[in-house]
């Protein structure tokens, strides 16, 4: 049973440009949730995810951020319109049946912004 | 400041000896999880104690957990090179209703020297 598997590992975009950054949760797990990692700091809760709907997204920055984690295939976190501000190392997480149960994370996708 | 800050931000030692590092919180919770993050990789999950217990342990790991005083501490014993690392303490609130997600803090590096 692989892990959580992001990709890819690392992302280089230039200013005004679009991020797609993907997570493939382990195998049964059916909630996925989403943090960011700022430079020298902890990890933020972006979203949290099931097949096909958005439990909560209360961490996402209003604009130009957004989620999905469809019926078939991976988590997509999407940035459009990068700015220098979202570089950082983005993580996904899975969990069998949710929130409060053990979350296995993936190695992360670093993001940078040129 | 946020919730679930660790202290001390960093911390060296001799292999062989005790690390203990500390967490402390805001709002109470339902479970405190400890991660541990080499350095560039995702993170990995340690331990896991629930409000209702006081100390749990895991091979080398001690984890303690104070409600009252809304701290929990990790002491790893006997340690090695390889727990050189970033240790995270995250928090899952007691929200009743309130966002999903983890919440982290900025973590203790801790630094094994041979």
């Known amino acids: 049973n692989a892990g959580v598997m992001q990709n890819p590992r690392h992302l280089v975009r230039r200013r005004g440009q679009e991020a797609r950054l993907r997570c493939s949760p382990m195998?049964?797990?059916?909630?996925v949730y989403w943090y960011r990692q700022l430079p020298e700091e902890g990890l933020k809760f972006m979203v949290y995810?099931?097949?096909?709907?958005?439990?909560?997204e209360s961490g996402m920055p209003k604009e130009r951020f957004s989620a999905e984690f469809p019926k078939e295939g991976p988590s997509i976190l999407r940035i459009q319109q990068v700015v220098r501000g979202d570089s950082a190392a983005y993580f996904c997480?899975?969990?069998?049946?949710?929130?409060?149960?053990?979350?296995?994370f993936g190695q992360g996708t670093r993001l940078t912004v040129v | 400041s946020q919730q679930g800050e660790e202290d001390p931000q960093a911390l060296s030692i001799q292999e062989g000896e005790n690390a203990t590092m500390n967490c402390s919180y805001k709002t109470s919770i339902n479970n405190l999880q400890w991660y541990r993050q080499n350095s560039g990789r995702g993170l990995v999950h340690l331990i896991l104690?629930?409000?209702?217990?006081r100390e749990k342990h895991s091979g080398r790991l001690r984890v303690t957990l104070d409600t009252s005083k809304k701290s929990s501490s990790l002491l790893i014993t006997a340690s090695r090179a390889a727990d050189t690392a970033s240790y995270f303490c995250a928090t899952d609130p007691d929200s009743g209703g309130g966002a999903d997600g983890l919440t982290f803090g900025k973590g203790t590096h801790l630094i094994i020297q041979p």
């Open positions: 995810l099931q097949k096909e709907n958005i439990i909560d």
């Open positions: 104690i629930r409000s209702n217990e």
């Open positions: 997480a899975s969990s069998p049946t949710g929130y409060y149960a053990e979350a296995f």
């Open positions: 195998k049964g797990h059916s909630h």
